[in-house]
C-alpha cells in the first residue's frame, strides 16, 4: 500500500495527541485516501522521559536532523513551536524534499512568508491548521470553501486562556489575578502566561487569518494589540449591566484606504451570538461580500483538538499524492507572488462606541463638568449611570457614548483626567456592535 512516512519533531502536548490518533484511527484514516499514513520517527529534547504512549517500532531520538534530513521521510511534523530552532529546522526540511505540517502560529504569523514561498517553490506543501484555533476549521474553510469570496472583515475569539479568564471573571464576580491564579493550576494557563493574556497568541492568529482573507503577507507587527490584564471585575460588572459582555476580539477589516488590525478587550452585546462563546472555545465569525456571516466555532487548544487538525494536514497531504496534486491551494490562499501588503489603518482614524468608566467626587456640578467636556469634543452620550453616594471617596461615572473617533474619545479623556473632580485616570474599552 502507498504510504506517506511522517516524522515529528517535539513530543509534548500536541505531538502526544498525534501519535495517539495516528495509532487509534489510522486504519479509518487509509480509508479516506487510500495511503497508510506511517510514522517512522519522533525527536525530542529528552526522549528517554516516559510520555505515557507505547511507540513501539517507531525510533525516539533527540537529533531532530534525523527527522529533518532522513531519507525515509515524507513529511515533517514540527511541534516544537517558537522561532528557533523551529524557523530553521522547517527551512531544512523542506529544503531537503520534505512537506512540513507545522502548529506553530507564531512561526507562521512572523516568519511565515519565505517559508511558504519556498515550500511553493519546491512543489511542496507546509499546511498550519492547527496553528490557528486549534481544531476549529478556519484555515481550511478560508481557503476553500470561501476561496471565490471577497472577505470584509472577521471577529474572532481565539485565545481560550482569555476567554475561559474573562467566562470566569463575569460568572463569579473575582478579579483577574484570582481567576489566572486558578486557571494555572486547572492547566488552563500557562506558567508564564503573559503570550496569552497580553493578546500576542491572539495576534498571531489574527495575522495569518487576515493574510488569507485580504491577500496580504501576514502584517503581525501592523496590529494594535491590548491584553486583557488590566480588565477588571469591575468593568465586567458595568458591562453587563449595561447589556454587554467583555471579550478579547480579534478585529480585522477591509476599508477603504488599508485595513483595520486589532486585538482588545471589547464590549460586545449580550445578545449577540459573539457574546455567548464562553469558557476555553475559541470562535470565528467571518462576513465576507457574497456569502454574508459565518461561524467557526471549537476547541482551540488542547492534545486531542489540536491533535485533530494536524491530522487533517496530514491526510490531505497523503490525498494529493495519491491524486498526483502539487501544491493544489497555495498556503495563503493567494499565490505568495500575489500577496499584497496594505496599508494598515491608524487607531486614531478609527471610529466607534466606547464605553468610559469614570471615578468622580460626589458632588453637585460634577456630571455637567463631564458632559461639557465631552461636548467640547463631540462626543455624544448613549447612557450614562452613576452607583452609589459618598461624602468622602470617589464614586463611579460610566458613560456609553454614540459613535465618535478613537482621536476625540483620547483628546476627551486627557481633558477629563485634567478635571478637579475626576480622582483617576478614565478607564476605557471599546465597543463592537456590527456581527450581523
Ligand atoms: N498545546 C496546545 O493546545 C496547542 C494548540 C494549538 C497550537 N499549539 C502549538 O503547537 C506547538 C507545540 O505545542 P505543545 O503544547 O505541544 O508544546 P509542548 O508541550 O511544550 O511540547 C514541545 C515539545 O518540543 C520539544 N522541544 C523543545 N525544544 C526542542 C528542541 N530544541 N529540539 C527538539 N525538541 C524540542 C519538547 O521536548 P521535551 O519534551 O523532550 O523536553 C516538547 O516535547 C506550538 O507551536 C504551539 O503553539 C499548541
Redesign the pocket.
Known amino acids: 500500500m502507498e504510504e506517506l512516512r511522517i516524522g515529528i519533531?517535539?513530543?509534548?502536548?500536541?505531538?502526544r495527541g498525534v501519535v495517539t490518533m495516528l495509532q487509534e484511527h489510522g486504519d479509518e484514516i487509509i480509508k479516506r485516501s487510500g495511503v497508510r499514513l506511517r510514522l517512522v520517527r519522533i525527536?525530542?529534547?529528552?526522549?528517554s522521559?516516559d510520555r505515557g504512549v507505547d511507540l513501539g517500532d517507531v525510533e525516539l531520538t533527540?537529533d531532530?536532523y534525523r527527522v529533518v534530513n532522513g531519507d525515509d521521510i515524507d513529511v515533517v511534523v514540527e511541534?516544537?513551536?517558537?522561532y528557533d530552532?523551529a524557523e530553521a529546522l522547517v527551512r531544512d526540511a523542506l529544503n531537503s524534499g520534505k512537506h512540513v505540517v507545522?502548529?506553530?502560529?507564531?512561526l507562521i504569523a512572523e516568519r511565515g512568508v519565505g517559508l511558504l514561498d519556498l515550500a511553493a517553490n519546491k512543489g511542496l506543501e507546509l499546511s498550519f491548521e492547527?496553528?490557528v484555533a486549534?481544531a476549529v476549521p478556519i484555515v481550511k474553510a478560508m481557503k476553500e470553501s470561501l476561496a471565490a469570496d471577497p472577505v470584509e472583515r472577521i471577529y474572532g475569539i481565539l485565545n481560550g486562556t482569555c476567554n475561559y479568564i474573562l467566562t470566569e471573571m463575569r460568572e463569579k464576580g473575582l478579579s483577574f489575578e484570582s481567576v489566572l491564579a486558578d486557571a494555572q493550576e486547572k492547566g488552563f494557563a500557562e506558567a508564564d502566561p503573559t503570550f496569552d493574556v497580553e493578546g500576542i497568541d491572539a495576534a498571531h492568529k489574527l495575522a495569518i487569518l487576515a493574510a488569507i482573507a485580504f491577500g496580504t503577507p501576514p502584517n503581525f507587527s501592523g496590529i494594535h494589540i491590548e491584553g486583557i490584564n488590566h480588565i477588571s471585575d469591575v468593568d465586567i460588572a458595568w458591562a453587563m449591566e449595561m447589556g454587554y459582555r467583555i471579550k478579547l476580539l480579534g478585529i480585522a477589516k477591509r476599508l477603504e484606504g488599508g485595513v483595520e488590525l486589532r486585538v482588545q478587550p471589547t464590549l460586545v452585546p449580550e445578545s449577540s451570538m459573539v457574546a455567548s462563546v464562553e469558557g476555553v472555545f475559541n470562535s470565528v465569525f467571518v462576513r465576507s461580500a457574497y456569502a454574508g456571516t459565518t461561524m467557526y466555532h471549537g476547541r482551540g487548544?488542547?492534545?486531542k483538538p489540536?491533535a485533530s487538525a494536524v491530522v487533517a494536514d496530514l491526510l490531505e497531504i497523503a490525498r494529493n499524492q495519491s491524486a498526483g496534486a502539487k501544491c493544489r491551494v497555495a498556503g495563503l490562499s493567494v499565490l505568495t507572488k500575489h500577496l499584497k501588503p496594505l496599508p494598515v489603518l491608524d487607531m486614531a482614524e478609527l471610529s466607534g462606541e466606547y464605553y468610559l468608566r469614570l471615578a468622580v467626587l460626589d458632588r453637585p456640578g460634577v456630571l455637567a463638568d463631564v458632559t461639557t467636556v465631552l461636548a467640547r469634543y463631540d462626543i455624544s452620550i448613549d447612557a450614562i449611570r452613576q452607583k452609589g453616594r459618598s461624602q468622602k471617596d470617589a464614586v463611579p461615572l460610566v458613560i456609553v457614548t454614540h459613535k465618535t473617533t478613537e482621536q476625540r474619545i483620547q483628546s476627551g479623556l486627557k481633558a477629563l483626567e485634567a478635571l478637579e473632580s475626576v480622582r483617576e485616570k478614565p478607564r476605557f474599552i471599546r465597543i463592537e456592535t456590527g456581527f450581523a
Open positions: 519533531l517535539g513530543f509534548g502536548t500536541v505531538g525527536a525530542t529534547r529528552t526522549p522521559r533527540n531532530v511541534l516544537i513551536g517558537g530552532p507545522t502548529a506553530n502560529k507564531a492547527a496553528a486549534g487548544a488542547g492534545e489540536t
